[in-house]
């Protein structure tokens, strides 16, 4: 009697989860469709086949696999069958989900601050009339793909690659002998269609929301959703960080050095901001609620005028260190230079 448990490279006490996870690997690697005109790989294949069948009580499939013609049942109808019962295949007429539309919302940050309403036109995939979503001509056979064991997605752990669409069956999990003519075996068609976003006010980069019923349709009369995700554009005179926004703007040396109120800018226009006696270059305010979701924070450069002479430049540095010094005849000078 063979060692089945050894020809599946688990231990004799492997649970039947275990058992299954160690044939389904090594089914990937030594199918015959990914080892065309491989002997060795086909043997190998049936070999694995007759170890889990054994293994998990599928007597019918075991007795099916002896005999002279075995090996070339391996690659027939037959093997679809066995395939089918190993997995938990659905039925074939089964379809299956796409991967849910999506599309990317180009916002710029008065847009995603205020909210507003976009349109935008996407392809998404509608189920063929002709054949109903199943990608077969009327009346063709079909059986379970061979290449994907009817998951329609290739790849993954098992081979070391991201998960993907099956290429042989095109992601419905099973071939056909004549296909549809109208979507070219597909099950789908691809149409233009126009979306209308509505944009939440304080929208953030990267922020999605759901478009109900809006996304490629999954069965006839069936549609999936769809997910609009916003993108921000780069701004001239403001930057972004998550909820929050940033800007700088520049201020007389008379304003930083004996205070006041200016003007700023935001995203729902100008605002004031009071700043206090001695100011300095690179100092950071903060304005609440004025960005997008958090808050507007508002860096300050101090305009430095190039006349001024080396004991005035240390004067309004004092000044602005905080240093209360007003030596006779300094601010006639702060006021000669900018009134």
């Known amino acids: 009697m063979k060692n089945y448990h050894a020809v599946l490279g688990v231990r004799p006490e492997a649970t039947p989860a275990e058992v299954k996870k160690a044939f389904k690997e090594l089914a990937f690697q030594y199918h015959p469709d990914r080892n065309p005109h491989n002997p060795v790989a086909e043997e190998r294949f049936k ?3 007759e170890a889990y069948s054994y293994l998990t009580g599928n007597m019918e499939a075991l007795r099916a696999l002896q005999g002279p013609s075995a090996a070339a049942r391996m690659t027939g109808d037959y093997a679809q069958d066995i395939l089918k019962t190993l ?7 089964s379809l299956h989900d796409r991967p849910a539309l999506q599309v990317e919302i180009l916002l710029t940050l ?31 056979k079909i059986f379970t793909c061979t290449y994907c064991f009817g ?18 069956c095109n992601g419905r999990g099973f071939l056909s002998s004549r296909g549809c003519v109208a979507c070219k075996a597909r099950g789908f068609k691809r149409r233009a269609v126009k979306l209308k976003v509505a944009v939440p006010p304080h929208s953030q980069d990267g922020q999605s929301v759901v478009l109900p019923n809006e996304g490629h349709e999954t069965a006839p009369g069936r549609r999936g959703d769809a997910l609009a995700v916003f993108k921000l554009a780069r701004h001239p005179s403001f930057s972004f960080d998550g909820k929050d926004i940033m800007c700088e703007t520049s201020v007389e040396m008379s ?14 226009g100008f605002t004031t901001l009071h700043l206090p006696p001695g100011t300095q270059s690179g100092q950071v305010f903060r304005l609440k609620g004025m960005g997008l979701g958090g808050d507007q924070f508002v860096k300050i450069k101090v ?5 001024l002479s080396e004991r005035d430049r240390h004067l309004l540095r004092r000044i602005q260190g905080g240093i209360a010094v007003t ?13």
């Open 327 to 339: 030596p006779r005849g300094f601010w006639q000078k702060i006021k000669k230079w900018f009134w």
């Open 151 to 168: 998951a329609g997605q290739v790849g993954g752990p098992e081979d070391g690659t991201k998960r993907r669409e099956c290429p042989k």
């Open 303 to 307: 305009k430095t005028p190039v006349a």
């Open 47 to 49: 070999e694995l086949v």
């Open 255 to 268: 304003e930083a050095a004996l205070g006041g109120d200016v003007k700023v800018p935001t995203l729902d």
């Open 110 to 140: 008065e847009e995603a601050f205020r909210g507003t309403t976009k349109a935008v036109e996407v392809e998404r995939q509608e189920v063929c009339a002709e054949c109903k979503g199943s990608g077969v001509d009327h009346g063709a």
């Open 87 to 93: 997995f938990d295949i659905d039925h074939p007429f």
